[in-house]
């Protein structure tokens, strides 16, 4: 069974249209061309369906970069540590 | 009682007064007082719409919160939703409708019987009905508690510096400050004050003396190329004069009472973009319509096309808000389409910078970009502007004619003005621009302001009031007031 942190990077990579190799920890809302406001409605979409968790506008702005994103998923109860 | 009047200085005077006077348990009495007497003073006729509006968010708030499961709540909170927008839609759209259906009956050779009906628009019904569905919306989703103080309640949906035309609050935001004691404090009085002045500033000595050469061209019955180019570029200056002034009068007043507005305005026309332009025009209107609209409707949209089709969408909802006219929804689909556009040829425009080397020159480049923003956004404002459908397009295929843009025509439809007028104007728009330009480089002019020497600061003051008081013209309302 895939691991949630593949899961999570495997979203980056379905949403935003990423090769492996261009989904780092790095990565920020606005510092790609891929990852824009409008990619950032679809990575949201793809997250809350990978993860089956709901993000309101609040949560949305909060996700913007790869960690930010690890930490609210982590809030919601998604483990990317202990799993 | 308009905002730019001296019965409304006086009777704002008054309560700032009795607001510090009596104790904070009473002070939601005298808002309310002041809310609907302000109300009253401007459209009498539909205080009861008012109340009843009010009256009813706050039940269907309560009854929403009382619900036990979230399929419940989501019942209720949608058949308030539909209430709401049904007076809106009565009372702003039915005409509207009506006369669009009686248009395609005769086109089709149908029987179609209802006539046009009198019905006069609320005042801010629009306003207050944006602000009714974000609280029922956030009871639903949990982030709001459901307001059991009527009086509290009522005040958010009247509160009179921001019921005429916004900015449209958030009840999350508003309710606290309602609720705590505020006290006298110079800073609040000194702010708002200079914010009230500065509105007046703008509204007087900028918006309301160009309406009427605006007017004078869109009138017209045969305007030519150059005057439709010179006079949209106006009214593009006009309209954030005005609205923008609407929204400095109403945090001014709202400051002087302690209470903090959301801005609405941050230099719209220096957006390099047209989704950098929705990020500081009517900002609380594009939040709204991000939170409400575009957010749920991109909810499992996996496509860029699929997000393009609810950006179009949400504009087009923008456009209806504006005015129950074809020639506002044609002004939404338009900035939807620029959005869309926009977003589609990023990556070619990209690489033309680059291929052209304008990419190496970061301020040439954006300047550009400010340039192309500010014409596409005058564009649109050509059918914001226009009386009908008709002229919207006469004068949008006047407005990009290329012999319209001739600098002689240009020069010579200045002949608009008065050479008085003309150097009234000129000095003053340099007055907004210097104060726009200290923001851009300071976090506010005003902050800059305090830092120099006393007689440099009232200096500044005497110059803003005499200013008004002088070359202020009036007399014309606000064009968000009228939505």
Redesign the interface.
């Known amino acids: 069974m895939m691991k949630n942190i593949e899961k999570y990077r495997n979203a980056f990579m379905?949403?935003l249209e990423l090769e492996e190799d261009e989904v780092s920890e790095d990565l920020a809302l606005g510092e790609t061309?891929e990852w824009?406001?409008?990619?950032h409605?679809?990575l949201?979409?793809?997250m809350?369906?990978v993860f089956d968790v709901s993000l309101?506008?609040e949560w949305?702005t909060e996700f913007d970069s790869y960690q930010s994103g690890m930490q609210l998923l982590n809030r919601l109860g998604v483990d990317f540590v202990n799993e | 009682m308009t905002f730019i009047s001296i019965e409304f200085l006086i009777f704002f005077t008054v309560i700032v007064f009795a607001y510090y006077l009596i104790p904070h348990r009473w002070r939601w009495v005298l808002l309310l007082a002041a809310s609907y007497s302000f109300y009253a003073s401007l459209s009498s006729y539909f205080v009861l719409l008012l109340l009843l509006s009010t009256a009813f968010s706050y039940s269907t708030g309560i009854m929403i919160e009382k619900q036990e499961t979230k399929e419940q709540k989501k019942k209720v909170m949608l058949a308030g939703i539909c209430v709401l927008l049904f007076f809106l839609g009565w009372f702003k759209y039915f005409n509207f409708v009506n006369d669009s259906i009686r248009a395609i009956s005769a086109y089709m050779d149908w029987n179609y019987a209802i006539p046009y009906q009198e019905i006069v628009l609320p005042l801010a019904i629009s306003f207050y009905t944006f602000q009714a569905v974000s609280y029922l919306v956030d009871i639903y989703?949990g982030?709001q508690k459901a307001e059991r103080h009527y009086g509290y309640f009522s005040i958010y949906f009247a509160f009179f510096p921001q019921l005429v035309a916004g900015p449209i609050e958030r009840a999350k935001k508003l309710l606290p400050q309602f609720k705590v004691e505020q006290t006298l404090k110079y800073e609040n009085l000194s702010y708002g004050m200079k914010r009230i002045a500065w509105g007046f500033f703008k509204k007087t000595l900028i918006a309301d003396r160009l309406a009427p050469i605006v007017a004078s061209v869109y009138d017209s019955p045969d305007p030519t190329g150059s005057q439709i180019v010179l006079a949209t570029v106006l009214f593009s200056i006009q309209l954030y004069a005005d609205f923008s002034a609407l929204s400095d009068i109403a945090i001014g007043c709202a400051r002087m009472l302690g209470i903090k507005l959301t801005e609405n305005f941050k230099q719209p026309h220096l957006a390099v973009s047209i989704?950098d332009f929705w990020s500081r025009w009517h900002i609380t209107l594009s939040a709204w319509l991000?939170?409400y609209i575009f957010?749920p409707l991109?909810?499992?949209?996996?496509?860029?096309s699929e997000?393009y089709l609810v950006?179009i969408i949400t504009f087009l909802i923008s456009g209806i808000w504006h005015g129950a006219a074809w020639s506002f929804v044609l002004w939404g689909l338009i900035h939807g389409f620029y959005r869309v556009f926009g977003?589609h040829t990023?990556?070619v425009r990209?690489k033309m910078a680059t291929f052209t080397q304008l990419d190496r020159s970061p301020t040439l480049h954006k300047w550009m970009k400010i340039a192309t923003t500010f014409l596409l956004v005058c564009f649109s404002r050509v059918f914001f502007r226009s009386d009908s459908v008709t002229a919207a397009f006469e004068n949008a295929q006047l407005f990009l004619t290329p012999s319209s843009w001739r600098p002689s025509g240009i020069i010579e439809a200045f002949e608009l003005f008065s050479l008085l007028d003309l150097v009234i104007f000129t000095f003053f728009f340099v007055i907004v621009q210097l104060f726009h330009y200290i923001e851009r480089k300071n976090a506010s002019t005003w902050n800059w302001l305090s830092q120099r020497p006393a007689f440099a600061r009232y200096a500044v003051y005497v110059l803003l009031i005499v200013s008004i008081l002088v070359f202020g013209a009036s007399g014309q309302g606000f064009v968000y007031g009228g939505f």
């Open positions: 379905d949403a061309s824009d406001s409008l990619g409605m679809i949201i979409s793809t809350e369906d309101d506008s949305m | 989703r982030k989704a991000r939170d957010v991109c909810k499992g949209r996996k496509k860029r997000i950006i977003d990023k990556h990209g």
